[in-house]
């Protein structure tokens, strides 16, 4: 089966087992990720927003164009990167995810994560990095390349070696000039721990 045919399954599967029925009761579309399923990096988000919902498509909003802007800095197209975030429904007029809504989705995500098989994931924001790192405060350690091993099943080798790097949220940074800054000075980071994944570097 091809990584697109198992992805699309999963995102069968998850109507089909109705999680987070609220959510998705409010929801015009689920909005279960895009890109590239080679690409050797991920990026995951937090939850759509309103333009995210009406598309069906991650990061499509304003937020979504900073982050276009800064992959075009670093000579990345969208379609080349997999984007996703935790919760698959836009949470009821923008509110953060419930802990509840982010527990039901995370085993989807790890499974999302186990398909493509990312070397690198990137999370954007304080709620993706807590579901990789639950007591990691982003402000701490944004832009850190961090090895981790990430537990997919019950068996004791079902894991898969990640590099993580935290960056801030995309809408967070917009328009705060400091931490806009910082997120692009971490950002245009990508393309080193990329240069050196494919050389064999360590890049902890
Ligand atoms: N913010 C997110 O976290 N994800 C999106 O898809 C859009 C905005």
Not at 6 to 24: G, N, S, T, Y
Not at 58 to 70: N, S
Not at 128 to 144: M, T, V, W, Y
Not at 151 to 171: R, S, T
């Amino acid at each position: 089966m091809t990584k697109e045919s198992r992805l699309k399954d999963l995102k069968e599967e998850i109507v089909k087992m109705k999680v987070c029925p609220k959510l998705a009761s409010e929801a015009t579309n689920l909005v279960f990720g895009a890109g590239n399923p080679d690409s050797q990096i991920i990026f995951i988000g937090e939850a759509p927003g309103k333009n995210e919902d009406l598309k069906g498509l991650p990061f499509v909003g304003a937020a979504g164009k900073f982050l276009d802007e800064m992959l075009s800095q670093i000579s990345l197209e969208r379609d080349s990167v997999y984007i996703t975030n935790i919760v698959k429904y836009r949470p009821p007029n923008n509110r953060d995810p419930l802990p509840e809504e982010k527990k039901e989705f995370l085993p989807f995500l790890k499974r999302q994560i186990e398909i493509i098989r990312p070397k690198i994931v990137v999370t954007l924001g304080r709620h993706s990095l807590n579901c990789f790192l639950p007591d990691a405060q982003i402000s701490k350690i944004h832009g850190k390349v961090m090895k981790i091993k990430l537990v997919l099943g019950k068996a004791k080798n079902d894991q898969l070696e990640i590099l993580l790097v935290p960056l801030f949220h995309p809408a967070a940074a917009l328009y705060n000039g400091s931490m806009r800054k910082t997120l692009i000075d971490d950002f245009n980071n990508l393309p080193i721990i990329l240069k050196n994944l494919s050389k064999g570097i360590d890049n902890e």
